[in-house]
């Protein structure tokens, strides 16, 4: 894995535009939860350990921030950042980067490891958890954007 994860381009499907002309809100979650499929398969997190196990990973809280506008014949790609890992959870950030290098919105949520027998959140196994650390360690040096954890108000 490398210390910086950055997913396949994407593009915007004419489905997805809304009666403004832009793109609608509730796919840029669609985005940001596509552009984590391959890093969740780096961990070991991905459709397989889902289908062939117990377990699987729900989100238990994500936050978007709506920067720029996105339209049809755009395409995007999701940067990935680990800020914390917990024994049964980690917390990230992500953006929305378009083709051309602005940020078109950004990310932040809570992941959770599931027992799907309860469900209940469990543990990660160990295998598992080491490679959350490991992407974590990767990524120590990186500093934390200043809008991972703001508070949400109007501006005066």
């Known amino acids: 894995m490398t210390d910086r994860f950055l997913s396949p381009e994407m593009g915007i499907k004419p489905e ?3 009666q403004n002309g832009h793109l609608n809100m509730a796919y840029y979650g669609v985005l940001f939860d596509t552009g984590m499929d391959e ?3 780096d961990f070991g997190l991905g459709w397989d350990y889902t ?3 117990s377990h699987t990973t729900y ?3 994500f936050r978007i921030r ?3 506008e996105l339209h049809l014949g755009d395409r995007v790609r999701v940067r990935f950042q680990m800020l914390d890992v917990g024994p049964k959870a980690f917390h990230f950030c992500q953006e929305l980067i378009h083709q051309d290098g602005w940020v078109a919105a950004t990310g932040e949520g809570i992941s959770l ?3 799907q027998s309860g469900p209940r959140v469990a543990a990660y196994p160990p295998e598992i958890k080491a490679k959350l650390d ?3 360690a990767a990524q120590a040096d990186m500093p934390v954007p200043d809008w991972v954890g703001a508070p949400m108000q109007i501006r005066k």
């Open 16 to 18: 997805w535009i809304d």
């Open 39 to 41: 890093i969740a398969k």
């Open 51 to 53: 289908t062939q196990g």
């Open 59 to 61: 989100s238990a809280e």
């Open 66 to 68: 709506y920067i720029r």
């Open 113 to 115: 490891h599931i027992d």
């Open 134 to 136: 490991a992407f974590l």
